[in-house]
């Protein structure tokens, strides 16, 4: 039973992610097979993920007020809701119109992932209290990239079946499953789950400015944050411009494409799995991720062959998660909990923000399906973040904490 309960929590988990992963799949491809632009593909990644990000503090206050739990299943709803008015728009409407709806529904999905990413991050240190931290962590990133590995493979196909419609209508179906699933793991789970604090009448200013505070004053929070910040860069850019470079720069095929996404979930898995098995001393696993990812950003800045740039593109997004695990449970470390939500949110927002930046970088500079001046940019500004944050722990008590 207890070997169950645990899978349907993770299995809840893996559709949630493997349902956001086509569509974040769907958006760039089919922005670019209709515009034939780089710069358009990374205009509609800014839209999607400026949503998403910009909503971190908000969903963060929600998830100290209210039961987290009740705000993970509404953002399950709320994101089939979406996909299905983005199904009906799309049938509606023709062209450019189509695109825009596609576009602003991926950016509403966002926002209630968003929702649902705070709530579980406040759950998580609840779910399964005898087990450790950075373990449970390492699982739980380990079901969001299943879903991603099976993300691509799902949407190809069904875009190989039917219109990108279809595709959402298949999003949505998944949605509905991880809601379920979470609803049997939630009426068979028989330990305490933080049910948030009732703050009626109280200024959303309040939480905010507590968050702010405990940002200014924590000793740790700020290095966290600028890393956080530079691998974004690389890893938004990365995201923004993969299905230009890879179908129009490098001339590889849609089915090229998704395999080349499905690998990194793959890679992804893999690196999760040793990151849950190997205790790691001190600031290892930071230091270790942050450089392969500015490897990997160089690789995919400057190929000329499409194999160097898969093995790029693999180790950003592969060790991006394992970066993520050295920076939650940072966090986890440094924030206290009773504040854990709203100055999470904030905290994510900041580390974020270059994401949308990226995407808002390739939509300026790139030059039809070639956006390498533009990643190159990017790489060095992640180069010069980790300096500022390796002079500045050599010069202040102000350091990460994390192990």
């Known amino acids: 039973m207890a070997r169950t309960h645990h899978l349907s929590f993770y299995g809840s988990l893996l559709l949630s992610r493997l349902a956001d992963q086509v569509l974040l799949f769907l958006v760039p491809l089919v922005v670019y097979q209709q515009t034939g632009s780089a710069s358009w593909t990374g205009i509609a990644f800014f839209v999607e993920t400026l949503t998403r990000f910009v909503a971190f503090p908000i969903c963060g206050v929600l998830s100290d007020r209210h039961p987290p739990m009740r705000l993970l299943r509404q953002s399950q709803a709320l994101r089939a809701l979406s996909c299905v008015a983005g199904l009906a728009a799309g049938f509606a409407l023709e062209g450019q119109p189509a695109l825009v709806a ?211 593109f693999l180790l950003v997004i592969g060790f991006d998660k394992m970066f993520s695990v050295y920076i939650r449970a940072g966090r986890q470390r440094i924030i206290p909990p009773q504040d854990f939500g709203k100055t999470s949110g904030v905290v994510v927002l900041l580390n974020n923000l270059t994401q949308p930046l990226a995407g808002l970088a390739v939509g300026m500079g790139a030059q039809g399906a070639d956006a390498r001046g533009v990643i190159t940019v990017l790489v060095v500004g992640m180069a010069l973040m980790g300096g500022a944050v390796v002079w500045w722990g050599r010069n202040s008590a102000d350091h990460p904490q994390a192990g």
């Open 102 to 312: 596609l576009v602003l529904v991926s950016a509403a999905c966002g926002v209630f992932t968003t929702q649902g990413v705070m709530a579980r991050e406040v759950l998580l240190p609840h779910i399964f209290p005898g087990e450790r931290f950075e373990r449970v962590l390492a699982h739980a990133q380990i079901a969001d990239q299943l879903g991603m590995v099976a993300g691509p493979v799902v949407a190809a196909a069904a875009l190989a079946m039917w219109p990108w419609q279809g595709v959402l209508g298949c999003s949505a179906l998944l949605f509905i499953a991880a809601d379920a699933g979470l609803a049997w793991w939630q009426h068979h789970h028989t330990g305490d789950l933080p049910q948030g604090r009732t703050a009626s009448g109280e200024s959303w200013w309040i939480p905010l400015r507590i968050a702010l505070q405990h940002i200014a004053r924590l000793p740790g929070i700020k290095p966290l944050i600028a890393l956080a910040a530079g691998v974004n860069l690389v890893v938004g850019v990365t995201q923004a411009t993969a299905a230009a470079m890879v179908t129009g720069l490098l001339s590889q095929s849609d089915a090229r494409y998704a395999q080349l996404q499905t690998a990194g979930a793959v890679v992804t898995v893999l690196v999760l799995a040793w990151v849950a098995r190997v205790h790691w001393r001190g600031h290892a696993l930071g230091v270790w991720s942050y450089t392969l990812l500015l490897v990997g950003g160089l690789m995919t800045a400057w190929a000329v062959h499409p194999l160097v740039y898969a093995l790029g």
